[in-house]
């Protein structure tokens, strides 16, 4: 018996009607560019959130979580921005989002457990949504699950259902990741058009693992920092007189930087954006080509972006990637928002031990708290369990 079936009987005291899961993902390279209308390269992990789901009749939500809280329980009606209190909101947004769609859904007893690392910087909100959603879709018979079409369908619902009533202001890259994944592939998500490529992330075949190190650091995007990064990128495109900074080629950068001179926010923000997107796209190239090397110092060069132009690193972060490098990895960045969560590194297979040794003294050494690795695979995304 699973433990979130066994969690759903301890408080609902009844059967669920079946099990879903979603993925959490950790993004290849693409940091910062999803509300830029650009590029991303996630894969979805092995570790996922499981929901255990029963139909009510009478349009009441319950929420119960493995995490630890209280039963979370609000009629749909009631559902608004910020309403419920606390983590029941990512869940209860999903319907709302749904209904809001003109979704018939009712009510719904729903109990969570999952083994994505929360706040880690691997979208556990996301992997949370897209449990919920597939368990909707499927005992409201909306058929969402179906193609790749209709998950983009629930992706967009599932990025709402956070931007409106848990009121992060993230992009769509998390819910497409945990919704439109496939095993085997990382997918290059457009963030204009919606659309995906599935890029085949096959890096055990070169000898190489993707090391995530979770750095323990705290990632709070909720201080302004995430909603002031994404103002800055709105003024700068702007300024330049483009919709969004997706719009300034990379051949065209020098130019756009000589206009925003004047304000050295402006530019350093835009520099980022645009160069990161260009990397996204050799990435692919070289990961098409089997250039992993190369796929290694774009990851670095990524990080540097991030830690000097956009300056969303933190010393956690930094340590990590430095270490790692040092160690032989290929190359490291941060992933995720920034400001703690998580950083991957390319390594050897034959140099994780060392890698791993290598950053818990560096961790030792400046007295922070000890990190979590783990190996990451591209898995496929949110499906029916049970
Ligand atoms: P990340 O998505 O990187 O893990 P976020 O801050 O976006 O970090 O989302 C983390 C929040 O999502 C948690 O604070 C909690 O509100 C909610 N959450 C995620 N997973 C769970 C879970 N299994 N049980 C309860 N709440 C969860
Ligand atoms: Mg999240």
Redesign the pocket.
């Known amino acids: 018996m699973s433990a979130v079936t066994d969690h759903f009987r301890t408080v609902f005291g009844e059967e669920p009607e079946g099990v879903w899961e979603s993925p959490g993902r950790v993004n290849l390279i693409g940091e910062h560019t999803d509300y830029n209308d650009g590029l991303v390269l996630p894969i979805a992990l092995p570790q996922r959130?499981y929901a255990a789901a029963r139909r009510r009749a009478d349009g009441i939500l319950r929420l119960s979580?493995t995490?630890g809280?209280d039963v979370t329980e609000i009629a749909l009606h009631d559902v608004a921005p910020g309403v419920p209190e606390?983590?029941g909101r990512?869940a209860a947004g999903v319907l709302w989002a749904l209904r809001e769609a003109g979704y018939l859904v009712g009510g719904l007893d729903v109990a969570?457990?999952?083994t994505?690392?929360?706040?880690?910087?691997?979208?556990?909100?996301?992997?949370?949504e897209g449990a919920v959603a597939a368990a909707a879709s499927d005992l409201f018979g909306l058929g969402l699950l179906a193609d790749d079409e209709t998950r983009t369908t629930l992706a967009a619902l599932c990025q709402k259902a956070e931007n409106v009533i848990a009121q992060?202001p993230t992009g769509g890259m998390?819910q497409s990741a945990s919704l439109r994944c496939t095993a085997g592939h990382a997918i290059l998500l457009d963030c204009r058009s919606g659309h995906v490529s599935q890029i085949p992330f096959e890096i055990e075949r070169h000898g190489l693992v993707l090391l995530v190190i979770d750095t323990r650091a705290e990632?709070t995007?909720g201080d302004g920092q995430y909603g002031n990064r994404r103002a800055a990128c709105e003024r700068a495109a702007k300024e330049l007189g483009v919709a969004s900074l997706r719009d300034i080629p990379y051949s065209h950068l020098a130019d756009a930087l000589h206009k925003l001179e004047h304000d050295p926010e402006l530019f350093t923000r835009t520099q980022h954006v645009v160069t990161e997107i260009q990397r996204v796209r050799d990435t692919v190239e070289a990961l098409e080509q089997g250039e992993l090397a190369e796929v290694g110092l774009l990851f670095t060069s990524s990080h540097l972006s991030l830690r000097d132009d956009f300056d969303v690193s933190c010393e956690e972060l930094d340590v990590a990637v430095d270490t790692a490098i040092a160690a032989g990895a290929l190359g490291a960045r941060m992933t995720?928002g920034g400001f703690g969560?998580s950083a991957i590194a390319l390594v050897p297979e034959r140099l994780v031990p060392s890698v791993e040794m290598a950053i818990y003294s560096a961790y030792e050494h400046h007295k922070f708290t000890k990190p979590l690795f783990f190996r990451a695979a591209a898995a496929g995304g949110a499906r029916r369990t049970e």
């Open positions: 959130t979580s995490a809280g606390g983590w990512y969570i457990d999952s994505v690392p929360i706040g880690a910087g691997l979208s556990s909100s996301a992997a949370l992060a998390d990632h995007l995720g969560g």
